[in-house]
Nanobody, 119 residues
Framework: QVQLVESGGGLVQPGGSLTLSCAAS????????MSWYRQAPGKERELVVR????????NYVDSVKGRFTISRDNAKNTAALRMNSLGPEDTAVYYC????????????WGQGTQVTVSS
């Protein structure tokens, strides 16, 4: 079964840290770029960061540069998002996505995990 399963979300105080994980199964993980998106209440889903299949290129949205770090382990079929210095503006549902334009399926989404930053 092709799927992505996120974990690691929760409630954290401002200034705190969380690490989100994304476990992949059912497809050739190393062929897919991995991305983290987030969607805050009342807002559109936005791309946070993307990493290539080989892990060589990372593109971060300006609002998280220097605070978030994406990583992947192709041997374990996992991706992670380390989030530091969290603020209320980071509150959102976070989704991982796998994409490969020459593969099938071309895109796979996880179900999302809630991150709430509040005191």
């Amino acid at each position: 079964q092709v799927q992505l399963v996120e974990s690691g979300g929760g409630l954290v105080q401002p200034g705190g840290s969380l690490t989100l994980s994304c476990a992949a199964s059912g497809f050739t993980f190393s062929q897919y770029a991995m991305s983290w998106y987030r969607q805050a209440p009342g807002k559109e889903r936005e791309l946070v960061v993307r990493i290539t299949g080989a892990g060589g290129v990372r593109n971060y949205v300006d609002s998280v540069k220097g605070r978030f770090t994406i990583s992947r382990d192709n041997a374990k079929n996992t991706a992670a998002l380390r989030m530091n210095s969290l603020g209320p503006e980071d509150t959102a549902v976070y989704y991982c996505k796998a994409d490969c334009y020459v593969c099938y399926p071309t895109a796979i989404w996880g179900q999302g995990t809630q991150v709430t930053v509040s005191s």
